[in-house]
Structure formats: C-alpha cells, structure tokens
C-alpha cells in the first residue's frame, strides 16, 4: 500500500460526458501528480501540483483540468470526454518539488468511455 | 529534453535466469534515473535510482542496475529470476537543472518468467 488513495477505481462513461478524478496524497506529501497510461501512448505525464499551485505541465489536453486543494488532495477533471481518453489514470505524490526521490503512486483510476 | 528509451517492449527467462532489461538515455545534463516495476492491477513501484551518487545502484528484491555515462545506459539486471518477477518495468529520467519536476518514463518491459 503505497498510500496514495485514488477514486473511483472504475468508470464507464459515454463520449462527450464530464468525469472527475479524485487523488488523495500520502500523508505529508507536498506534490501532486498526475499521469496517463494507455497502450499506444504509454505513461504519459500530464501535470504537478506543489502545495496548492500547478508547477509543471505535459501533455495535458485543454479538455482537461487539474487542482489541488488546501487539504492537499486533487482532482482531475476531464470534459467532453472522447474514445481515445479511455486509459488508466494515476495519481502519485512526493514529500518535495524537486523529485529527487520516489514518486508513490495510487492504483489508479480506470476510465472506459463508449 | 530528456527522454528513456528501453529496447524490448517483452523479454522472456525462465526462472533461476539473469534478467537483463536495457534502458538507455537522452539528456543534455547529468540525469536522475529510475527503474519502477508495476505488477498487475496496481500502481508503480520504485525498484531503484541513481542521483550522482554510486555509478552501482542496488534496489530492492535484488535488483541492481548500473549508470554508464559512455554508454548512456541505466541497464536493470537480476542474477536469478523469480516467478514473482514478473511485471512490467518502466525506466524512468528527471532533470535535476531545469526545473521540470515530473518523472518521464520510457515504454515500459514487460517480463514474463517461464517456470
């Protein structure tokens, strides 16, 4: 158990729906993760969140939209959802900004859209 | 921008075997490297990393791997495999200099141990 909580584990949505991804960090984690992992795109990173503000960004698409709460916990939001968005999304946190350690990573959020 | 290349997208040993699982790298300035493991139906794991430090790296359930700058290699090797063993291994790079702070992982090696 890594510690870090993703919810829900599975979603089966329909093409052009709203999804939200829920991440709750390990207990003392600053950082906030958040990637995508599909068969032809692999592991993809899609954006970080140190303490509340957005510090890094990938190949995030502009449907998508991430945040971090004071609690320290995260969602990510995707919107007008299409075929290609089904894939395993996980979350990871670190204690610091800099990753010179371990990122702990969730089991992940399983998303099929139809 | 840094990136990881692993050659072998599936490598096959039968147990008791080496396991060699080749990561090589592309960055401009002195890498951070990462081997993680992900088993069916979970997340990623750390195996092991190299921050400067010992060009030797020793991980857990011995794993080790070794950082040639010449070679710009991080190989991930294993005297004797484990039926346990198997499960995809993703090497992974992070630029320490520029300030981007999220991991960038390679395609991932899927090992199958044969019995």
């Known amino acids: 158990d890594s510690g870090v909580t993703q919810t829900p584990k599975h979603l089966i949505t329909a093409t052009g729906q709203r999804v939200t991804l829920r991440c709750s960090p390990r207990?003392?984690?600053?950082?906030v993760y958040w990637y995508q992992q599909s068969l032809d795109q692999g592991l993809q990173f899609l954006i970080q969140?140190?303490?509340?503000?957005?510090?890094a960004k990938g190949n995030i698409l502009e449907r998508f939209s991430a945040q971090q709460f004071p609690d320290l916990h995260s969602e990510l939001n995707l919107s007008s959802l299409e075929l290609g968005d089904s894939a395993l999304y996980f979350c990871?946190?670190?204690?610091?900004?800099?990753?010179?350690?371990?990122?702990?990573f969730g089991e992940g959020s399983r998303l099929t859209v139809l | 921008a840094q990136s990881v290349t692993q050659l072998g997208s599936h490598v096959s040993v039968s147990e008791g075997a080496l396991v060699l699982l080749r990561c090589n790298y592309s960055s401009s300035v002195p890498p951070y490297l990462f081997w993680y493991v992900q088993y069916p139906n979970q997340g990623l794991q750390l195996l092991l990393k190299?921050?400067?430090?010992?060009?030797l790296v020793k991980g857990i359930n011995g794993f080790e791997a070794e950082f040639k700058k010449s070679e710009t290699s991080f190989h991930l090797t294993k005297p004797s495999a484990h039926m346990s063993d198997a499960a995809e291994y993703f090497c992974?790079?992070?630029?320490?200099?520029?300030?981007?702070?999220?991991?960038?992982f390679g395609s991932g090696t899927r090992l199958q141990v044969q019995p």
């Open positions: 992974a790079v992070s630029d320490q200099y520029t300030g981007r702070r999220a991991l960038t």
């Open positions: 190299y921050t400067s430090a010992a060009t």
């Open positions: 969140y140190y303490n509340g503000e957005e510090r």
């Open positions: 207990s003392g984690d600053l950082s």
């Open positions: 990871a946190s670190s204690v610091d900004v800099m990753n010179t350690g371990e990122l702990f």
